[in-house]
Nanobody, 115 residues
Framework: QVQLVESGGGLVQPGESLYLSCVASRNIFDFNVMGWYRQAPGKKRELVASINVGGVTDYADSVWGRFTIFRDGPKNTIGLQMNRLKPEDTAIYYC?????????WGPGTQVTVAS
């Protein structure tokens, strides 16, 4: 088990940036993959970005080139730098830690992009 706590969400205007952070209660390298998902109202939860234990990253097509996932092992933290935000990026963003087939989730942080 692991506790995941996200922070950094908020309300921004289109084109602005936000940095999300997720702190884990245990060593992040215990997990096969860590990542960020999001869920907009009325939509399914979707993968935004992930990083596996080897450091290989993956991104949703919709955020490619705008978002970057980071990790800080000593701080048991992953981050998500979000640039050039769009209204369609509005969602609750969830931190995920996957061990084999088991998913751990944080409570989420709201990101709203609006004029």
């Amino acid at each position: 088990q692991v506790q995941l706590v996200e922070s950094g969400g908020g309300l921004v205007q289109p084109g602005e940036s936000l940095y999300l952070s997720c702190v884990a209660s245990r060593n992040i390298f215990d997990f096969n993959v860590m990542g960020w998902y999001r869920q907009a109202p009325g939509k399914k939860r979707e993968l935004v970005a992930s990083i596996n234990v080897g450091g290989v990253t993956d991104y949703a097509d919709s955020v490619w080139g705008r978002f970057t996932i980071f990790r800080d092992g000593p701080k048991n933290t992953i981050g998500l730098q979000m640039n050039r935000l769009k209204p369609e990026d509005t969602a609750i963003y969830y931190c995920n830690a996957r061990l084999l087939t088991y998913d751990n989730w944080g409570p989420g942080t709201q990101v709203t992009v609006a004029s």
